[in-house]
């Protein structure tokens, strides 16, 4: 059995004199080793939880717990062990990008030659040893979030706590921070990965907690989530312009649909009715729809699947 890292404990978070809840009684816990994904949309709770797991945010209810001890009564100990990366600007604006590295690495207990190999070893892997003289702040907005990866990743702590971290990377530098962040877990360091980029998550986390509404709608392992709509097929319909609600219109009755884009619809069907849901798209002479492809269902799918879930229970439909 892998240790327990973090105990979330019965959890919410109240701002505003109680008026908005931004987490409501999440219970979870996070195993050493692992590759944690929080998925959810904006506004869902996901950053609320996480600055209660560093210690910035006293729960307004409930426990968090780093190996069994309240994380409010041990913050420096947590600063030591979890490298936090947080999609707010960057504390170290005005040092040149080495400086900031080899300055979070001192931080965290490092001898100056040993930061300076390892800062010039992680600029090396994000090709951008040419920056090392610039300060952060003349640097591009991805050539910063870069950096910030690097600051997570000096030092080696045992965890990591991911905010967005691919949040404006172009294609190929959010694939090298995937690669690290997998890199990192294999030589064992614990992720925690908060991100509405259901897709990309997909290829590196372990298991994944779902939240929305402040609520943890489910968490498991992504092969276990998929077994929930597993008797699924999906349906990737793209639309006539300006004619989406028309389209979802129609298509609704067959099953879990839903909008992903200004063209673009998702139905989630059973598996019996697929033939009968092809035949329409294909007879029906008025529907508004130019292309369809019927695909095997996606942690996506699922995410939007429990979620939608979650939304007819709580309408009571
Ligand atoms: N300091 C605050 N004061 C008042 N309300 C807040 C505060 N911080 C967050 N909220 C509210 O709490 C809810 C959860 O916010 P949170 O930032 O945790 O969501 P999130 O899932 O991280 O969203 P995003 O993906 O957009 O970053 C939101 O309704 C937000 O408006």
Not at 39 to 64: D, F, R
Not at 107 to 125: H, S, Y
Not at 238 to 251: D, K, N, Q, S, V
Request: with cysteine.
């Amino acid at each position: 059995m892998a240790r327990i890292i973090y105990e979330i404990d019965h959890v919410s978070q109240l701002y505003k004199r109680g008026k908005v809840k931004a987490n409501v009684d999440i219970t979870l816990q996070v195993q050493e080793g692992e590759i944690l994904g929080v998925l959810g949309p904006n506004g869902a709770g996901k950053s609320t939880l996480i600055k209660q797991m560093i210690g910035h945010l006293q729960p307004t209810e409930g426990k968090v717990s780093f190996y069994g001890t309240d994380v409010v009564q041990q913050t420096r100990r947590v600063a030591q062990q979890v490298a936090y990366y947080s999609q707010e600007p960057h504390v170290l604006a005005s040092l040149k990008v080495q400086e900031a590295l080899v300055f979070t690495g001192r931080l965290r207990g490092m001898a100056k030659l040993e930061a300076e190999c390892q800062a010039e070893e992680l600029l090396e892997m994000m090709g951008m040893t040419e920056l090392r003289r610039k300060q952060l702040k003349h640097l591009s907005g991805g050539q910063r979030r870069m950096i910030g990866i690097g600051t997570v990743m000096i030092g080696s702590l045992p965890v990591m706590i991911l905010d967005e971290p691919t949040n404006e990377l172009d294609p190929a530098n959010r694939r090298l921070v995937w690669n690290l962040i997998k890199e990192r877990n294999l030589q064992g360091a614990t992720v925690i990965l908060v991100t509405h980029n259901v897709l990309e998550a997909e290829q590196v986390v372990d298991r994944v907690a779902v939240i929305n509404h402040g609520r943890l709608l489910a968490i498991d392992a992504v092969a276990k989530l998929k077994q929930k709509v597993d008797q699924r097929l999906k349906f990737e319909l793209i639309t006539e312009f300006g004619r989406r609600e028309e389209a979802a219109a129609a298509m609704r009755q067959w099953g879990h649909l839903h909008i992903n884009g200004e063209n673009r619809l998702i139905l989630l069907v059973d598996k019996e009715s697929a033939s009968q849901v092809l035949d329409y798209i294909v007879h029906f002479p008025e529907l508004p729809i130019e292309e369809y492809a019927v695909k095997p269902p996606s942690l996506e799918d699922v995410y939007f699947h429990i979620d939608g879930q979650a939304e007819r229970e709580a309408s009571g439909a």
